[in-house]
């Protein structure tokens, strides 16, 4: 009987000792310090898979004080339990072996490999779910850094083609046992946990900021639009007029499927708005173009309206560029004397939401409105210095929430890059000569 195969990464070619940078070593999971040591996790840790269907059933879920931990429930490194899924104390008394202690790693097994999180001790006593597996770390191994190792996508990948199942991944103790995995000195394992928690935190605290601000521009959006608040100076009375009389033009795209080529001139469909993603397109000829460019060409100024599939989201055209888009899509050319911008943050309102659903044909799938009914939604109207600043104030307010979405996404890209040099010690956080 053949030895099990060793849970490594593969390496098809001999390393030139030339390419090894000094102090570091070639190992079967890549160069490392030479103070480093590759162990398997099987010799340093004891797994717990969670209790099977027998030992806990659907039917047992009450609202209780147990929370138990299921793979959906492992999000972004954390533990979020729901109410739905948890025990009363009585119960989980009987599945003692299964509970949670502070400083252990519970893994899904199920689905997406490397969601993993560390038991925190407000945590203690909640139940490993059927579907994960507890990791419990022995002296010399630092719970945080071992997740990390876990979540890694050398480490994901080594899994997931280990792992076993034919409809789903299924991750099992004897796959952990074998993972071969690097273990710097305990000094340096925390190092590195306690850098990447920092980061994390940061990354936690914009997610909040980028929320806060969205609320307050909702609400700011809620006084505004409707002219519950005035902006200091205007007091002249709103109108309300129908989206038709605000535009001198609504037409939906083209009707007939489009042939498809490999690169061309863009072509704009739902998924384009409501992804708010504009670079990943769909290509027509030039040619094909030609033909459309009449009625289906957006132009800097204009909006575009999801009409089928999705009802309402919109996109202010900010851009010049040869697009066509396709019947999915309403196009919104704008009057001179209508601020395009102010009737854009109109649009992003739960007012105009709601009118335009409520034009809808109901009982379509999938949804859908007639172009006809579009022109019928109300919107109400300042006078154009108004406008204006209406919608000036809130530009800034989106373009303060981008910058900060910007921000987190770079952070989250250098934590990226910093995960891959802390976890392969390219990037020393403890001098190699320091004694833990």
Not at 215 to 221: F, H, N, T, Y
Not at 230 to 246: D, I, K
Request: proline share 5%; hydrophobic share 40%; with cysteine.
């Amino acid at each position: 009987m053949s030895a099990p195969v060793a849970l490594v990464e593969t390496h098809r070619h001999v390393r030139d000792e030339a390419e090894i940078p000094p102090g570091y070593d070639w190992t079967e999971i890549g160069d490392l310090p030479n103070d480093w040591s590759v162990i398997s996790l099987g010799d340093r840790a004891h797994f717990r898979t969670g209790p099977f269907g027998s030992a806990l059933h659907k039917s047992d879920y009450t609202n209780g004080d147990v929370p138990v931990i299921n793979p959906m429930h492992i999000i972004d490194n954390k533990l979020i339990p729901t109410e739905s899924m948890t025990l009363v104390e009585e119960a989980a008394k009987q599945l003692a072996e299964f509970r949670l202690r502070d400083g252990d790693i519970i893994i899904g097994r199920r689905g997406d490999m490397g969601r993993c999180a560390v038991v925190q001790p407000r945590q203690a006593g909640w139940l490993c779910g059927t579907g994960s597996l507890i990791v419990r770390c022995a002296d010399g191994l630092v719970p945080e850094f071992i997740q990390r190792v876990l979540s890694s996508p050398r480490v994901v990948a080594a899994i997931t083609d280990a792992s076993v199942g034919s409809t789903m991944t299924n991750l099992n103790q004897g796959v952990l046992a074998r993972l071969r995995v690097q273990s710097p000195p305990e000094k340096e394992q925390r190092a590195i946990a306690e850098a990447l928690a920092d980061v994390d935190e940061l990354i936690g605290v914009l997610e909040k900021l980028i929320a806060k601000k969205r609320a307050i521009k909702q609400g700011a959006m809620q006084q505004l639009l409707t002219g519950k608040t005035r902006l200091p100076g205007f007091e002249t009375a709103w109108e309300s007029r129908t989206l038709g009389e605000l535009c001198w033009s609504i037409t939906d795209g083209t009707h007939f499927t489009p042939h498809y080529v490999d690169d061309g001139v863009p072509f704009y469909s739902v998924e384009n708005v409501t992804a708010d993603n504009f670079t990943n397109t769909k290509f027509i000829s030039a040619r094909e173009h030609k033909l459309l460019i009449k009625r289906c060409k957006p132009e800097k100024g204009d909006i575009l309206l999801t009409r089928i599939g999705a009802l309402g989201d919109t996109k202010f055209v900010d851009w010049n560029i040869d697009a066509s888009i396709y019947v999915s899509l309403a196009l919104l050319k704008v009057k001179d004397h209508v601020d395009a911008r102010y009737l854009y943050c109109y649009t992003k309102s739960k007012h105009f939401v709601e009118d335009l659903e409520a034009r809808s044909l109901m009982n379509a799938s999938p949804k859908k409105i007639n172009m006809g009914d579009i022109g019928s939604v109300p919107v109400p109207v300042p006078e154009l210095e108004e406008q204006h600043a209406i919608a000036a104030v809130l530009s800034d307010m989106d373009a303060e929430i981008a910058a900060l979405e910007r921000r987190r996404e770079k952070t989250k890209s250098i934590k990226l890059g910093m995960t891959q040099s802390l976890l392969t010690g390219r990037v020393r956080l403890v001098n190699p000569e320091s004694k833990a």
